[in-house]
């Protein structure tokens, strides 16, 4: 895995935009994997600036999403669907018909995995983002989800419960459950970069980077992927053998 270290967030989201940037100028068409979360909002402001100035058009890029929360529709304020429109979809030229969320408010949920294996199996990702939890999770699998595993429902960890309720008004608020690409459908992506800043990211980086290979920790699995790209702070950084 290459690893660029940082020094801050917005060193840190400079770089990881010019990589998905060169993805999209190499080929217009491209498939990107998005990821929500803290971590990518600075990466999406760079590619919003580049695209005001007239350097980078989504026109015919197509998207797919990591994740989502089961329960809420597309219109919740704290919905992934609503967040990727926020802060990215709304600013760009692209075709929100070729911007793929799961739905985690849809009446048969299993069908909804399928339809989104579906979906994946002809929108192969040309570059997947990646953030990661603090306990190593990619998308919402969780420790101890199986390395072939794809679309899938997830009861999230308490961990990341706490983590995420930050975002809501109340911890009590923040949904239980969601619905994520599996880890086989995130490692099927051409490239992969993963973006981590902040001390409380430093555990879970040592151990995708230089811990054991292990389901105990589902980032680790990016260790067998021939391109991955790992684009971090100082601070992310702070536990890695370098
Ligand atoms: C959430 C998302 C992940 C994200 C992680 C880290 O649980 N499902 O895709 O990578 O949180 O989020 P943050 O970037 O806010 O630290």
């Excluded at 040309?126 to 990619?138: A, K, T, Y």
């Amino acid at each position: 895995m290459k690893v660029i270290v940082t020094n801050d967030y917005h060193e840190m989201s400079k770089v990881a935009a010019e990589i998905v940037s060169h993805v999209v100028l190499d080929n217009p068409n491209a498939v990107l994997g998005l990821a929500t979360g803290s971590s990518p909002i600075g990466l999406y402001n760079n590619l919003i600036e580049m695209y005001e100035a007239g350097l980078l058009s989504f026109a015919n890029v197509s998207t797919v999403n990591l994740d989502e929360y089961v329960g809420l529709d597309r219109d919740h304020p704290q919905s992934y669907a609503y967040f990727m429109r926020n802060v990215l979809f709304d600013h760009i030229d692209i075709d929100l018909g070729n911007t793929h969320i799961p739905c985690g408010s849809a009446d048969n949920l299993e069908q909804q995995c399928r339809q989104y294996n579906e979906l994946l199996a002809s929108l192969k990702q040309d570059i997947q983002v990646l953030g990661i939890g603090s306990n190593g999770h990619i998308g919402f699998n969780e420790p101890g989800t199986p390395f072939d595993s794809v679309t899938h429902i997830v009861q999230l960890a308490d961990s990341t419960i706490k983590d995420n309720s930050r975002l809501f008004n109340s911890i009590d608020e923040v949904p239980t459950k969601a619905i994520t690409m599996g880890i086989s459908n995130i490692i099927n992506a051409r490239k992969i970069i993963v973006i981590a800043n902040g001390t409380n990211k430093a555990d879970a980086v040592y151990k995708m980077v230089q811990g054991e290979i292990s389901e105990n920790c589902p980032a680790s699995v990016l260790q067998k992927h021939p391109d991955v790209v790992l684009v971090c702070d100082t601070l992310a950084a702070a536990k890695l053998k370098m």
